[in-house]
């Protein structure tokens, strides 16, 4: 590939983060919470409908878990990995747009709705993802990771301005509209932005190319995907630096995926306005895409995993100080700090995977990273909820939250970047040579 194809294949794969960050943005973290919360289940106590909430981003998640590391192997036995991150793009569109039709205590059919836009959002990530080790090259993909991330916060921000525009302003203005049925056409708008801004990769960004492993010629897709899930778990040994990094990405991922998803929820059963909770959630979108360039870099000059483990440290100060958040002008503080790490904990996370496993089974091993990100999705807030639920309030789930950032440090320890990029490696020239050479064993 020459060097401006190259440049315009980074570009679009970019995009996607800008695309599919309307999701969540305006669904996930901004609007739907609010909306789920005070419309969706209208009549429900406060800390029940928050627990709700919980429980349906816990199930869809759940869900995602189950089929990604499977459909990951198919992807990658049969070269489809464009095309499965389409057909998942399609679902999440689809669920998201029908959420125009949520009124008043309609929240099992808004739980419906989001569960098939978060199995899409989340599907078609795992195959996103998996195209970065093919896209970039080992000494520019932390860059790379980090500028995703960046397009992300500012394609997101940027939507969820637009909407706030459209709740907040025009009802005042245009005699005849309504904020719900604002909200509503909001969610319109990010199905729209999702499927129109996945075009750049769908057209520059090249399938990978398709690798047999010996003895697969004659099998079926499904019946790949699990032969190679098996033969995965039964070489982990090859692959512990890998397998290690994405434990303890799963551990601290509980925190910073509850703060995500919760953290709207929590503050509208604080009683904070909708103007702190959605303007908060805009500030750390445009906050956060410096910051996650700037930990880029910065990985450059001390390494991937003590960046990492700095944004982990901010985050354990972010855990305890929500246990003492009172007022508002603090959910616009912490909301800060967060936007500062955010970004960077994920970009580096999502690269360091990246570099330790071969190129040829990205989909597959994504396919786990999806899981770990999944079930951190799943525990996470299932624990804010039923926490939650016991003691009457969301203080002591915030808190809890500090003790998955200090052990996932921990567990960081443990990983040998240098030893793992080197299995990696010897495991995918094993690989082509056996693909050259398809009769030696």
Known sequence: MDQKAHKRAISAWTMYDWANSAFATTIMAAVLPVYYTSVATAGLAPNIATAYWGYTSSFSALLAAIISPILGAVADFSGSKKKFLTAFMALGVTGTALLYFI??????????????????????????????????????????????????????????????VMIMVLPGLIPGLDTGL????????????????????LLHVKEPQRRIHPGEENYQPIQASFHRLGQTFRELGKYRDLAMAMLAFWVYANGIGTIIVMATAYGNELGF?????????????????????????????????????????????????????????????????????????????????????????????????????????????????????????????????????????????????????????????????????PGVA
């Open 273 to 437: 306005g909708k103007t702190t909770l959605i303007g908060t959630l805009l500030m750390v979108q445009f906050l956060a895409a410096p910051f996650a360039i700037l930990f880029g870099r910065l990985s450059r000059k001390i390494g991937t995993k003590k960046s990492i483990y700095i944004s982990l440290a901010i985050y354990t100060l972010i855990a305890i100080a929500g246990f003492f958040l009172y007022h508002e002008w603090q959910f616009w503080a912490l909301g800060a700090a967060v936007a500062t790490v955010q970004g960077g904990s994920q970009a580096l996370s999502r690269s360091l995977i990246g570099r330790l496993m071969p190129k040829s089974k990205s989909a597959e091993f994504y396919g786990f990273f999806s899981v770990f990100e999944k079930f951190a999705s799943i525990l996470g807030p299932f624990l804010f909820g039923v926490v939650s639920t016991i003691v009457g309030h969301s203080r002591l789930s915030i808190l809890s939250l500090f003790v998955f950032f200090l052990v996932g440090m921990l567990l960081l320890t443990r990983v040998d970047v240098e030893r793992g990029m080197k299995a990696a490696q010897e495991e995918e020239q094993e690989m082509v040579d056996r693909q050259a050479n």
């Open 182 to 201: 604002m909200t509503r056409l909001s969610f319109v708008t990010v199905a729209v932005w999702w499927a129109v801004f996945t075009l750049p990769l």
């Open 103 to 164: 009124q008043s205590g309609d929240w099992l059919l808004a739980s419906l709705f989001f569960t098939f836009g978060n199995i899409g959002f989340a599907g078609s990530l795992v195959y996103y993802d998996a195209l970065l080790p093919h896209v970039a090259g080992p000494e520019e993909i932390d860059q790379v990771s980090s500028r995703g991330y960046a397009m992300g916060y500012i394609g997101g921000g940027l939507l969820l301005a637009i909407n706030l």
